[in-house]
């Protein structure tokens, strides 16, 4: 039966490559759109968290849920080795972070002090690849960098002193003056409208948070599953310590992924349900034209469930096909969008900043997505050939041979 | 003259200069400062910090209704309201205690509401209510006040709620340039059984006179 279907096919090649074309884009089309969707966001997850804050944190228990300078980390009575022994884990990154009013002149902000060690830093903090002028600081230097935004807030420039005016740890006058060394562009478009970075020593000076750190990022080593290093961390490190992932500490980014992804996932229904009719279309068609064909083979004795199964496994091989190559295909689509995406412009680009997203369109790589669609696909197309048997089934052979 | 002004009268001598320490106690932390203070009558007064060397020269200054604040890491002279219900520079001093002590006789009512024994002295015990309209941080003070010395010995700060926020506990009474005077007083907030800030005093001058240009805001950079 196999081989009878297998000829079939071959023996109407135009029929056959529509079917298997029809089939084709609508992988295509549901896979790129899947892609763009899941792309942007793993793309946005790992330039602003991955590339900023880090996948995982340690911090001194309690520290998120309060961020007061008094949870900080006492890095000179804390023991760091179980964390950085880790498997997978490549060295631990301290930074101080809090807040302080910012002066200058008459004009005062509200800005998020980060003192850093730039040499150890992530890569959205290397401050050499998003200075826009200026240069970068050392641990002993006793200059700052600004956001972009802050730069153009203050109207300054390089070597105007900003005022800093806050509360360091537990309670101690936190005051400082420093000049401006350097003006960055943050990917994130929020750290890039507050944000001042500035060398470790000095906001420990600063904070009175000598030998403190807020909290200690966790680099881990690429090609290495942030998830599974956070589970062995989380088993083995101390009681005092708190190692939370990026899902823990940013659940707003979560919450308005799945928000975004329900609405993806309506669209897609829509589109499935364009696919299905395209591919009912095309099943009707070749019943249509096979009326005579199945009227012969019915007359002359064949069986209607033989002539069924043979139907459906032709149609099973068609889709089958169809899918493969439509999942084969996008892949190259998948690939140059990733690496070339989609530059947005004018007010789309700044709708989509006030949300703090890059104004980019990435499309994934992962595979899951297009065997996904394709096997939806499948069974769509094979639910759709049920149409087939039940013509068949129903065949009336005199009527169908006339027609 | 009411009991509460002979006991501050008796507390700051026309004028006064005082060096004392400040610890601030927390669970797993704590940290001393040092400091200079100056007393003019009800209405001038002035704290240095000279310790640690990261707040050394921060200065707090009240001339009548004025407040300054000079901070020397960023050279700038800051205006604090009269009432500030913040705690100063982390301790569990309020900044109304401190700067603004002499405001107790001027914007309270004392009226005294019986007796009681504290640290072994025979105390008056007087309520003191804000007057209206007064720039006050608490809503009402309880103090003890020994009747024998006129030493304040005690103290409790209550909100407008009638919470107590803070307690005040004298002790060590010690002779400061020819008056007996406690040595310490310990700030305990009523809220966290293991914190509290302890002052010192090293020193009482009841006798160098200050002259009234010292407080002003063109000597607060120069102030020693």
Known sequence: MLKLAWRNIWRNKGRSIITIAA??????????????????????????????????????????????LNRSID?????????????????????????????????????????????????????????????????????????????????????????????????????????????????????????????LSKAQYMYNCENRATT?????????????????????????????????????????IEVDMAGGRIFVTILYFIISFVLLGTVIMMVAERQREFGILVSIGMRRSTLAIVTMLENIILIMGGAIVGMAVVKPIQFYFKYNPIDLSGQMKEAIEQYNFEPKLYTTTSFIINLNHGTIIFCIGVLVSLYAVWKIMKLNPIESMRS | MSILKKSEAYLRG??????????????????????KLWNKGTEMSCILITGPKRDAGTVFMKNGED??????????????????????????????????????????????????????????????????????????????????????????????????????????????????????IKMIPSEDTESYTIIRYVSVDFTTPIPDSFFTKSNIKNVK
């Open chain 1, 23 to 68: 089939v084709m884009f609508c992988v295509i089309f549901a896979v790129v759109l899947r892609s763009f969707q899941v792309g942007v966001w793993e793309n946005m997850i790992h330039e602003i968290v991955g590339n900023n804050f880090g996948y995982l944190q340690v911090h001194q228990k309690g520290f998120w849920g309060d961020q007061s």
């Open chain 1, 75 to 199: 890095l000179s009575s804390t023991d760091v080795n179980p964390v950085e022994s880790v498997e997978g884990v490549d060295r631990l990154i301290p930074r101080l972070e809090s807040f302080s009013l910012l002066y200058h002149g008459s004009n005062t902000k509200g800005a998020l002090v980060m003192g850093i060690d730039p040499e150890m830093e992530l890569p959205g903090l290397q401050l050499n690849d998003i200075l826009l002028e200026g240069r970068s600081f050392s641990n002993n230097d006793s200059v700052i960098v600004v956001s972009e935004g802050l730069a153009t807030y203050f109207k300054v420039g390089l070597g105007d002193t900003l005022l800093f005016m806050g509360q360091g740890f537990h309670g101690a006058a936190a005051y400082g003056a420093f000049p401006i060394g350097g003006i960055a562009r943050m990917t994130n478009p929020e750290l890039n409208k507050q944000l001042v970075l500035m060398p």
């Open chain 1, 216 to 256: 200690l990022v966790v680099a881990i080593d690429d090609d290495t599953d942030y998830a599974a290093v956070g589970d062995i961390l989380k088993k083995t490190t101390s009681k005092s310590l708190e190692i939370l992932e990026w899902k823990e500490l940013f659940p707003e980014i979560i919450q308005t």
């Open chain 2, 14 to 35: 026309a004028q006064s200069t005082a060096e004392m320490s400040i610890t601030t106690v927390r669970p797993s932390w704590e940290r001393t400062m040092t400091a």
């Open chain 2, 67 to 184: 407040i300054w604040n000079f901070v020397p890491a960023i050279k700038k002279l800051i205006a604090l309201p009269a009432a500030l219900v913040q705690n100063w520079m982390g301790t569990d001093i309020s900044n109304d205690a401190l700067i603004n002590a002499g405001s107790l006789t001027v914007d309270y009512t004392p009226s005294v509401i019986g007796s009681k024994v504290v640290s072994g002295q025979d105390c008056w015990v007087l309520e003191l209510l804000p007057k209206l309209d007064a720039p006050v941080v608490w809503g009402k003070v309880i103090a003890f006040i020994d009747k024998a010395t006129y030493v304040q010995l005690g103290g409790e700060f209550y909100d407008e709620d009638n919470f107590l926020i803070t307690e005040m506990q004298a002790s060590e009474l010690t002779q400061f340039d020819g008056r007996k005077l406690p040595k310490i």
